[in-house]
């Protein structure tokens, strides 16, 4: 009864910890433009780019905190190219009840895990399709507004069932689990997530000093 009493003290005490570590990695970090994408293969984290698209960051994030999301379907996801989700119908032609977003094209290049907004011949018709980058995709760059990048997780979205062909389409496809605003979790998060803050890139880095026991 002691000893299982001791080790359950000792559990409080590295959850704690862990807790503690956690808060004090991110004290500086607005967990709001965070978000966790949930697929069968595992957690994947967002950075978002408010300062870049203020208006589809906004959109996604109410979509987000309405559990728009959670189900949806990765109906076109096409080999070497991109991952794309976000429409009720899963036929790639709908969209949320909210109006569709004048366009907020940026100079974010389409690199590996970039997200951007997926729209019609129309630049102003993006609504709430989104598709994620496998990898550099350039001739999209200022023709589709990029709202975010997956920096923690990458492999769970190469995991992403493919689509047959140019077309994408795809028989039997993943889903998103859950969708949600980190700060709006209580989910353990022992990442530095300081390091994804957009504009940190080109912030002095701190030298680390070997560490002696």
């Known amino acids: 009864m002691f000893q299982r009493l001791i080790a359950g003290f000792v559990i409080l005490l590295l959850s704690a910890g862990h807790a503690g570590a ?4 991110n004290k500086n970090v607005n967990l709001d433009n965070f978000l966790y994408l949930d697929t069968k293969y595992g957690r994947s984290i967002i950075v978002l780019y408010p300062k870049k698209a203020p208006k589809h960051v906004e959109r996604v994030k109410k979509l987000v905190r309405e559990g728009f999301y959670d189900g949806l379907l990765f109906h076109r996801v ?9 429409d009720p119908t899963g036929t790639g032609t709908g969209g949320s009840d909210y109006p569709d977003l004048p366009a907020e094209f940026n100079d974010i290049s389409y690199n590996r895990g ?16 989104f598709f994620i980058t496998f990898q550099a995709s350039h ?50 998060l022992l990442i530095d997530l300081q390091n994804f803050v957009p504009g940190f890139e080109n912030a002095p880095r701190k030298k680390r000093l070997p560490r002696i026991d």
């Open 22 to 25: 956690e808060r004090e990695m």
């Open 78 to 86: 096409i080999e070497g190219f991109m991952a794309q989700t976000g």
């Open 114 to 129: 970039v997200i951007g907004a997926a729209r019609t011949s129309n630049p102003n018709s993006a609504n709430s399709q």
């Open 139 to 188: 001739f999209l760059n200022r023709q589709y507004t990029v709202w975010g990048r997956v920096v923690h997780g990458m492999e769970f979205i190469d995991k992403i069932k493919r689509g047959r062909g140019q077309s994408g389409t795809v028989d039997e496809p993943d889903k998103i689990v859950s969708m949600r605003v980190v700060a709006d979790s209580n989910d353990p």
